[in-house]
């Protein structure tokens, strides 16, 4: 099973933002039968600034940089996201423009949880989805705690 490779890199993924669901065996055979493979290639955005579609991104394979590409040189960069990492989960809870372009730095393969299919998830298996909600919502608290702590003047 091609998702085995992308439970393995969200369980090893060893970040204070990894995306830690409390899903057993079967919990994860589930949830990887609502996400979309893609491949991806160097250079190519898996988000853009802006748009608004809404969907998550697991990184299975490669590396993804973030970034504001309208913020002042310097300010621009964001996070390196490594095999196992999550993209993009605030559209799982609120409709608007996406903050931050999240482009490919390497070949890879990344697995997209659409809003509909998570919503599918939840008629069918409301455990699932709302461990995932869970998850999804700790790695949101911490990157938002990180970028302020980042924002705030030093005393």
Same mark, same amino acid.
């Given at each position: 099973?091609?998702? $085995?490779?992308? %439970? $393995?890199?969200?369980?090893?993924?060893?970040?204070?933002?990894? =995306?830690?669901? #409390?899903?057993?065996?079967?919990?994860?055979?589930?949830?990887?039968?609502?996400? @979309?493979? *893609?491949?991806? #290639?160097? !250079?190519?955005?898996? %988000?853009?600034? !802006?748009?608004?579609?809404?969907?998550?991104?697991?990184?299975?394979?490669?590396?993804? $940089?973030? =970034?504001? &590409?309208?913020?002042? /040189?310097?300010?621009?960069?964001?996070?390196?996201?490594?095999?196992?990492?999550?993209?993009?989960?605030? @559209?799982?809870?609120?409709?608007?423009?996406?903050?931050?372009?999240?482009?490919?730095?390497?070949? !890879?393969?990344?697995?997209?949880?659409?809003? &509909?299919?998570?919503?599918?998830?939840?008629?069918?298996? /409301?455990?699932?989805?709302?461990?995932?909600?869970?998850?999804?919502?700790?790695?949101?608290?911490?990157?938002?705690?990180?970028?302020?702590? *980042?924002?705030?003047?030093?005393?």
């Amino acid at each position: 099973m091609e998702a $085995q490779e992308l %439970i $393995q890199a969200v369980q090893s993924l060893n970040t204070e933002d990894a =995306f830690r669901p #409390r899903l057993d065996a079967q919990q994860w055979r589930t949830l990887t039968q609502f996400l @979309s493979r *893609h491949e991806v #290639r160097m !250079g190519d955005q898996v %988000i853009r600034q !802006g748009d608004r579609d809404r969907a998550m991104y697991f990184l299975a394979q490669g590396t993804m $940089q973030v =970034f504001v &590409p309208d913020a002042p /040189p310097g300010a621009n960069k964001v996070a390196i996201l490594r095999p196992g990492a999550v993209m993009g989960e605030p @559209s799982l809870f609120a409709e608007g423009p996406r903050m931050a372009t999240v482009e490919a730095m390497t070949p !890879g393969v990344i697995y997209a949880l659409r809003l &509909p299919r998570l919503e599918e998830l939840a008629a069918r298996m /409301p455990v699932v989805a709302l461990e995932v909600l869970r998850a999804a919502g700790a790695v949101m608290a911490i990157r938002m705690r990180s970028n302020l702590a *980042h924002r705030m003047p030093m005393t």
